[in-house]
């Protein structure tokens, strides 16, 4: 099975611009979650999709929206870019079977999106 | 609130000697837990998961973790490690009941000497 793909794999972004990145789960997971990972803040969650509904949200401004396809992809909008946000940004999917419990899944995660923004 | 701390931000050790990454956990109910790696540059790579039953839990690249209800941990060990094993570790605990999210530790930063 091919593992979860993101894309673009680098982006550079000005103040106040707009961006949006894409995230393809593993076939068959119908979870898909993100997170941004910086220097100082470390893995955060921003927020997590399941049959195209946000389930989970993390304590990130209205600024940062994502949703999802009815194949599992996933996108996730930045808009009015800040120089904080810099950072890599990670999709993870899981199976999210009802053995156990949703949460139980393990979840995958792609390379990530490096987004630098000056 | 559930946290993870993982005490030790940077360990160096010499190849072949071995390895003991230390993680501990707050969380109110049975946890899920997880190591995960990271090389520079790439994304998070499973190492190994305990979500039930023995607490010693084996995963890839010669890994093991072991679960300590009494003292809220979830140490990661390897016998021998090798230049390869050089980059980041982070355990995680995972929440159950539809909640996908991970919380994370900050962090171990792995240096190995040769």
């Known amino acids: 099975k091919a593992g979860v793909t993101q894309t673009p794999r680098y982006l550079i972004k000005t103040r106040g611009q707009q961006v949006t990145l894409s995230c393809s789960p593993i076939?068959?997971?119908?979870?898909v979650s993100w997170y941004q990972q910086t220097p100082g803040q470390g893995l955060q969650f921003l927020f997590e999709?399941?049959?195209?509904?946000?389930?989970n949200k993390g304590n990130f401004p209205g600024r940062f929206s994502g949703r999802q396809f009815s194949n599992s992809r996933s996108e996730m909008n930045v808009s009015t870019l800040e120089l904080g946000d810099s950072a890599l940004y990670l999709c993870?999917?899981?199976?999210?079977?009802?053995?156990?419990?949703?949460?139980?899944?393990?979840?995958?995660f792609g390379p990530g999106t490096r987004l630098t923004v000056l | 609130a559930q946290s993870v701390t993982q005490p030790d931000i940077h360990i160096t050790v010499s190849e072949g000697a071995s390895l003991e990454l230390r993680c501990n956990y707050s969380?109110?109910?049975?946890?899920?837990l997880f190591w995960y790696v990271q090389s520079p540059g790439q994304g998070l790579q499973l190492l190994l998961k305990y979500f039930s039953g023995d607490t010693l839990v084996q995963g890839i690249k010669g890994f093991e973790a072991e679960f300590k209800r009494s003292q809220s941990s979830f140490n990661l060990r390897k016998p021998s490690v090798h230049w390869s094993d050089a980059a980041e570790y982070f355990c995680a605990v995972g929440h159950n009941f539809g909640n996908e999210k991970l919380t994370f530790g900050t962090g171990t930063r792995l240096t190995i000497i040769p």
């Open positions: 076939s068959g997971h119908r979870s």
């Open positions: 969380y109110g109910a049975t946890p899920y």
């Open positions: 993870a999917s899981s199976a999210t079977g009802l053995a156990g419990g949703p949460g139980t899944d393990t979840q995958y």
């Open positions: 999709y399941f049959s195209e509904t946000q389930r």
